[in-house]
């Protein structure tokens, strides 16, 4: 079978609200769009997309779609509702009929309270998912595990995949074992006791500039050992895997991340996990 992306975003920054981007930034503050990305799917081989959202906004997301109707190679999107509205209850429904609408990510690594996903104003929003069969792109640190433990053990038939590995501070690996251990625990528990998926992403851009493959494979192998590969999808974090790599730099380090695993296994990491996940075949 081809390749799936499983995580790649567009945008456009003069459309306003993307909070996070830092206006200074040569690589961010760009747009991004599917003639950008078409010459690196093509080379790889890489027939299809999850174009996932980069703004707390449902324009964003109807944004996203118009992108998806327009382009073969986005196979689905995840978007966003403002789960601090409960009135947003109607968007998500409206939404969910999207053909291409696969799901929804808060930002949750952006938002201050670590307890936020526990509050009781919120799960309307993880039960609107379990009830109309959507996803949830879980985004967090490390300091988020417990949490999301807590969460999906709360809604066990949410279909959850923990998107960059839960983002280990790789760069500050060297500041003793236990920063690698405390992740590593906290995923392993998350692999054991949930049925949540992984995505191998955005560990480059955790990394330092000078980042080498022996920094991320503890990280990377620890993924794949804990979840397996039929619960582990690649994804370039494309345009923002820039900060560290290239495209094919990226995808090549994650090849040679994944090169003592078997045929099957590889297929199943860049590319069937990700349709098995999002039904792409449905």
């Not at 975003?9 to 993307?18: E, L, N, T």
């Not at 930034?25 to 760009?30: D, E, G, T, V």
């Not at 799917?41 to 999850?50: D, E, W, Y």
């Not at 191998?200 to 804990?226: F, M």
Request: proline letters at 4%.
């Amino acid at each position: 079978m081809t390749g799936i992306d499983a995580h790649q975003h567009y945008w456009q920054p003069k459309r306003g609200d993307y909070d996070w981007m830092p206006m200074d930034n040569a690589i961010l503050a760009r747009s991004y769009s599917p003639s950008d990305l078409a010459g690196y799917l093509a080379s790889n081989n890489i027939s299809k997309t999850i174009l996932v959202q980069a703004a707390a906004s449902v324009v964003e997301t109807e944004y996203m779609l118009g992108i998806a109707d327009a382009t073969d190679s986005v196979a689905g999107v995840v978007g966003w509702i403002d789960f601090e509205n409960r009135d947003d209850l109607h968007h998500i429904r409206r939404l969910s009929s999207h053909p291409k609408f696969l799901g929804v990510r808060p930002m949750i690594q952006d938002i201050p309270d670590v307890n936020w996903m526990l509050r009781d104003d919120v799960q309307w929003g993880f039960q609107a998912i379990c009830e109309l069969d959507l996803t949830l792109d879980a985004l967090g640190f490390p300091i988020h595990l417990d949490n999301f433990l807590t969460l999906l053990n709360r809604y066990e038939n949410m279909r959850v995949v923990i998107d960059h590995c839960m983002k280990p501070q790789i760069r500050d690996h060297g500041d003793g074992p236990h920063i690698f251990r405390q992740w590593a625990d906290g995923m392993s528990r998350l692999a054991d006791e949930t049925a949540a998926y992984c995505k191998l992403s955005g560990i480059v851009t955790e990394a330092n500039e000078d980042w080498t493959i022996d920094d991320l494979r503890p990280y990377a192998g620890h993924a794949l050992n804990s979840f397996g590969a039929d619960r582990v999808m690649w994804g370039s974090d494309w345009p923002v895997c820039q900060l560290r790599a290239s495209y094919d730099e990226w995808l090549d380090a994650a090849q040679k991340l994944t090169a003592d695993l078997n045929t099957k296994e590889n297929a199943m990491i860049f590319g069937g996990t990700a349709a098995k996940f999002y039904r792409l075949n449905d």
